[in-house]
């Protein structure tokens, strides 16, 4: 897997070197943008104007800090949560996904917690964040317990288990889901942010992204494992493109990461 990983890296990025091949995948983003229909069938994220999506959720932290940031004092995140969306933390709808089976039980918990306090939440439990719909490895170290198996890879360093999980074409996914949503005639801009946690596949899935013309669609990109070759890519692609916006930002936000708050359900969400 990790020498499959390195060949699309290199492969892609050897791609993007050439002005050329940008002005393709501009103008296949151009596309796309244009192709994309209003029309959706029971799409979780119809009437969306804000939208989080958080590669590598673990136990659901990040996506928290969103909703209840003042559980979270001092949290680096938050004044970017704030910027991107201002005050209207309720209006996002966030889509996590997580890799991790040993995490189903507690963030379907979650996930009706948010529910119950009205938040639009949806977690992709036992789906591994890739460039292919198909089953993958997934190593884990089984004595990492307290630690929540934050370091859970689908790259084979210093893991001794091996559990297969699904994997999911994310670039497709996000085109024919978040692009295809349906939005009310005469809504504002929306928003779109997206943290990538996935250990030792973050450089691949987002230059599949890139490669794929959906890339320039997000607002905000944060993350830590952002290789030098992916970008110097970006960096290219926005150089070469009169439209492309989308930022991307090193953060490592992990105050809190091993917190796990009650979930408390007010007596009245109204």
Request: with cysteine; aromatic share 10%.
């Amino acid at each position: 897997m990790l020498q499959c990983t390195q060949r699309k890296i290199t492969t892609v990025l050897f791609i993007f070197s050439s002005i050329t091949i940008l002005g393709i995948i501009f103008n296949k983003h151009e596309n796309i943008k244009e192709s994309i229909s209003n029309i959706s069938s029971n799409n979780f994220l119809d009437g969306c104007r804000y939208i989080y999506i958080d590669m590598g959720t673990n136990i659901g932290v990040q996506i928290r800090k969103l909703y209840e940031p003042d559980l979270y004092p001092s949290a680096p995140i938050l004044p970017i949560f704030e910027d991107m969306f201002e005050n209207n933390f309720n209006e996002v709808c966030s889509i996590g996904f997580e890799a991790n089976p040993l995490h189903d039980k507690y963030l379907t918990e979650f996930e009706r917690y948010c529910l119950a306090r009205k938040w639009r939440v949806k977690i992709f439990k036992s789906t591994a964040v890739s460039y292919v719909d198909k089953k993958l490895n997934l190593y884990i170290d089984p004595d990492d317990e307290k630690n929540h198996q934050r370091d859970a890879s689908l790259v084979a360093i210093n893991k001794t288990k091996i559990i297969t999980v699904q994997g999911i074409d994310i670039a497709s996914w996000f085109r024919t889901t978040v692009l295809n949503r349906k939005l009310s005639p005469g809504d504002q801009p929306s928003r779109i942010m997206m943290k990538s946690d996935i250990e030792g596949h973050d450089s691949t899935v987002l230059a599949n992204l890139i490669f794929d013309g959906v890339f320039c669609s997000i607002d905000l990109i944060y993350g830590e494992h952002f290789n030098r070759d992916l970008q110097e890519a970006i960096l290219s692609l926005k150089k070469y493109s009169n439209t492309c916006k989308t930022e991307v930002l090193e953060l490592t936000d992990e105050k809190y990461d091993l917190q796990k708050f009650p979930f408390i359900i007010p007596e009245s969400t109204d």
